[in-house]
């Protein structure tokens, strides 16, 4: 695993994202780059143990801020009403005044999109809609001059259906690619012999079967995802050969790195049982060559580079995460646990209660089971979940969607791991006045209306609203760059791929870059903030207040031997009622280093006046 230098690097105990730093920080990293034998092989460990921070060995992918691309909603730059990689080359700036340095892009690559990118034909190729190889460099190029790094996706779970490798494998039983797949006769059906049953009982993330069966060999297929995403069997060691040299052609190129597809799913539990639907995403999660194949991909690949890995990690426990993102066990650096971004969520798209307390709580498992040798993400909001404002904001009025907006960004923001903003978050942008299915194009929502509606099992009005309150289409509306017509996403006098949603009049880039009091200036300073002392990152965090039903105060400190420490306050009013509250212990603002409500007052004593969706940070 990419850790610690081991040639000291005196630049490091500072943020390397500090201008004045980030030169010395570019020669800092780049050393590490050719050092991570040594460093996993732990000659160094004093030395590196020296250099921890409260614990810590110190990464750049520690101290980043991440903010992901959806490149198909992104930026059209050549009219076609589809984002490409031009488009977010226009728009580094923009993302470099916002204050972040990582990008993470979802799928660029050849695909017949079933799935928007995340069912790939050839792993090795851009897809046309977006652009070239050529515009890839230029991107790349252009984001390294600005001094920021991108991760791609890797979706190694399974491949497109229309992948070289399983066009090959359909074509017969012992086709030499038949192994690359998961093939396996279907069982006996007695009302109908011509048609067999499915071979387990496993149910798609897409709904229906898991299962496909194919004509050609008269056996079916294993597809979790959509039937045009069939699993890659990766007990078949080609496979992961394979897979190995497609990330080492990214990683050469320039890349710095993976967010890594449902990756737990990637070892399937021997002999494919039937499995109980109550915890089959778990018993998927956990299968018996997980680990092994973690650390091969790290000890043939990433160990190799100066990498920074993000793991999508459905079914993955809390009690299970350390096993995957502990340095020691050289798999990945970090992986994305569901409970946060869930916890509104009943099954499928249904809304299930939440209380304040109970994302205080999870947050506070977090910080108990990951602990110096592991590492935390934090996020919200991404491509498959609703706009984060309309999710677990205010969006009554106006005024409580900008304020809402950056309450809950100075949380992403202050909390303990690294912080992922989606594109468009940074704007406050909300989800869209779905009203028939006809507005979705996600597939998700097409099979499940078959399963559920088409079936008779939930009226169609109840599907459409629910679909329109978590469906995945919410957030890959076009970004709204301006109040130009498509909201400037796209040049074309045709149509967006997805409607732009129609706030995008008032809800825009350029609107928010030009007012001081917006969510994009409050986002940049409370990115800059994050920046701005290493206790965001590597320090202490405590919840003091767990128990209260609206106010989420905690603490981030950093006492570094021969240094002031450093200590801050923050305190959110998850709540459109203000409320007068104390802070418990003899904690004493001195402060105020950021708030969310113009002209807040500093804070008398222990007693802070907190209105509705109020945020502040206070250093003490
Ligand atoms: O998502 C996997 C996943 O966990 C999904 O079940 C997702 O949470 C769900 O669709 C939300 O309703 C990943 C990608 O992020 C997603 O975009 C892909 O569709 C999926 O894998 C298949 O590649
Ligand atoms: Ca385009």
Known sequence: MPATPDVPCPHHTLSFLKIATLLAALVCSSGAAQQPAASQSGVNTAKAASQLINGYAPAWWKEAVVYQIYPRSFADSNGDGIGDLNGITQHLDYLKKLGVNVIWLSPHYDSPNADNGYDIRDYRKVMKEFGTMADFDRMLAAIKA??????????????????????????????????????????????????????NNWHSFFSGSAWQWDDITKQFY??????????????????????????????????????????????????????????????????????????EMNREVLSKYDTMTVGEAIGISLKETPKIVGSGRHELNMIFNFDAVRVNRGEFYSERKWTLPELKAIYDRHATALGKEDWDTVFLSNHDNPRLVSNFGDTTTDEFRVRSAKLIETMLLTLRGTPYIYEGDELGMTNYPFHKLDDFNDIEVKNAWKERVESGRMPEAEFIAESARFGRDNSRTPMQWSSA?????????????????????????????????????????????????????????????????????????LSTPGKTA???????????????????????????VLSNVPGAAAAQGQSVNLSGWEARVYSY
């Not at 790094?149 to 066009?167: A, C, G, M, P």
């Not at 690359?180 to 499915?198: C, I, M, Q, T, V």
């Not at 997805?498 to 995008?504: E, I, K, M, R, S």
């Not at 809800?507 to 001081?516: D, F, G, L």
């Open 485 to 557: 017509a498509n909201g400037g996403f796209t040049t074309a006098s045709g149509k967006p791929w997805l409607p732009v949603n129609p706030n995008y009049t008032s809800i825009n880039a350029k609107a928010e870059v030009q007012s001081a009091d917006s969510v994009y200036r409050y986002v940049q300073r409370a990115i800059a903030l994050h920046h701005s002392s290493l206790a965001f990152t590597y320090g202490d965090y405590k919840d003091l207040d767990p128990e209260h039903p609206q106010v989420y105060a905690y603490t981030r400190t």
């Open 146 to 199: 600005r001094h920021m790094k991108l991760i791609v996706d890797l979706v190694v779970n399974h491949s497109s259906d229309e992948h070289r490798w399983f066009v090959e494998s359909r074509k017969s039983k012992d086709n030499p690619y038949r192994d690359y797949y998961f093939w396996r006769d279907g069982k006996p059906n007695a009302s109908d012999p011509e048609h067999p049953l499915p071979p």
């Open 566 to 592: 450093e200590r801050f306050l923050v305190l959110l009013n998850w709540s459109e009622k203000p409320v007068d509250y104390t802070i418990p212990g003899d904690i004493k603002p001195v402060k105020l």
């Open 222 to 295: 294993l597809h979790l995802f959509a039937v045009k995403q069939p699993d890659l069997n990766w007990e078949n060691p080609k496979v992961r050969e394979d897979v190995y040299s497609l990330m080492k052609f990214w990683l050469d190129k320039g890349v710095d790195g993976f967010r890594m597809d449902v990756i737990p799913l990637i070892s399937k539990p021997v002999g494919l049982p039937d499995l109980d639907p109550r915890n089959a995403v778990e018993v998927l999660a956990n299968g018996p060559h997980r680990d092994e194949y973690l650390q």
